[in-house]
């Protein structure tokens, strides 16, 4: 089936639904969600957007951007996850208390704005990695209406970009927990700390970026073809002066680059939920 195929399925599903809260967090995905859902049922889709120290100011200020040129109705709520002992020590499952935070806050705005169904932006790529979060989206019965439709990330790319979408071509982003090997505590000052390191990078030209948070050392990631920028000594020296303002001690950059869940590869077969499984 072609991804406009899957997207003539996708309108009759959300016009079937009637109405809509989106936890949208401007990400290519919930994006793409979004509009299709603002399409078809007008002011009955609504984006609901958390705000927590564990996403950076900078991606609100996109999503709201973005949700403005869709013409959706945008509403925030404050996500407390890092006050979740079980978060805060960042298990293996930590995703799961975190999603199970955000849909209930989710559920408190859709029940007052007397909307019926919660959905995120999960797709089938989901379902090959770990995801504990899942967990939380089948127990809180949120729906997948991308992955139902059986949507790619490439499908939502393409679709994302017939429909003029800015966001089609933009890269990952996940929050800033999974800067944090696993049983590494997730404190505000480590926040800052990343958020600090990968603004400098991205004000300096890098357009994928993860800081990975070894206590008093930065592992980054960037992206493949990014890796050359490293042989300039001048960039060099200033992306070294800006990690270590951000509050680390040492730099280093990874050799493999950026590559989805990377914090996930020291975890075996026992401790992996494959699509929330």
Known sequence: MTAQEKEKQLRAFLQ???SLAVAY???VDSTYLLKVAAEELGGRALAVTATSSTYPERERSKSQEVAAQIGARQIFVES???DIPEFKTNPPDRCYFCKKELFHKVAEVALREGINFLADGSNTDDLHDHRPGQRALKELQILSPLRECGFSKADIRERSRALGLPT????AFACLSSRFPYGTPITPEALVKIDRA???LYELGFRIVRVRHHDNLARIEIGPEEVEMF???ELREKIVR???EAGYSYVALDLEGYRTGSMNEVLDASEREI???
Do not use: F, H, M, V
């Open 16 to 18: 079937r639904l009637g």
């Open 198 to 200: 990968e603004t400098a």
């Open 80 to 82: 407390e996850e890092t």
């Open 242 to 244: 800006a990690i270590k």
């Open 168 to 171: 089609w071509d933009q890269p």
């Open 25 to 27: 967090s401007g990400g």
């Open 275 to 277: 699509g929330g499984n």
């Open 231 to 233: 042989r300039d000594p």
